[in-house]
């Protein structure tokens, strides 16, 4: 039951901005972690940002200085603004959530269907 919603995917001009969500909803107690991904046609999947609950950040060196996470626990929500837009940084971007979802004796991760971005002038 438990599901995660991306949206604010697009096509972006090179050095252009774009801000995703990533709202999560259904059976949920507790979200510790949630964080963004992305995987380019033929390339591995990749960490992009992460964050905790408390609001610890973590990013790729690749996004260091451009891309900017947050959440809003109340909404179980997650985002990801994007500034300065390269063409590399085209992919399909995935959302993820760690915690407790129904059962609070395990700890499970969720994954959104993912959001295409691409830069390209």
């Known amino acids: 039951q438990v599901q995660l919603v991306e949206s604010g995917g697009g096509l972006v001009q090179p050095g252009g901005s774009l801000r995703l969500s990533c709202a999560a909803s259904?059976?949920?107690?507790?979200?510790?972690?949630m964080a963004w991904y992305r995987q380019a046609p033929g390339k591995q999947r990749e960490l992009v940002a992460s964050?905790?609950?408390?609001?610890?950040?973590n990013y790729a060196d690749s996004v260091k200085g451009r891309f900017t996470i947050s959440r809003d626990n109340a909404k179980n929500t997650a985002y990801l603004q994007m500034v300065s837009l390269k063409p590399e940084d085209t992919a399909v971007y995935y959302c993820?959530?760690?915690?407790?979802?129904?059962?609070?004796?395990?700890?499970?991760?969720?994954w959104g269907q993912g959001t295409q971005v691409t830069v390209s002038s």
């Open positions: 993820n959530a760690n915690g407790h979802f129904t059962n609070w004796a395990t700890r499970d991760d969720y």
């Open positions: 964050i905790t609950r408390g609001g610890s950040t």
């Open positions: 259904g059976s949920i107690l507790l979200i510790y972690n």
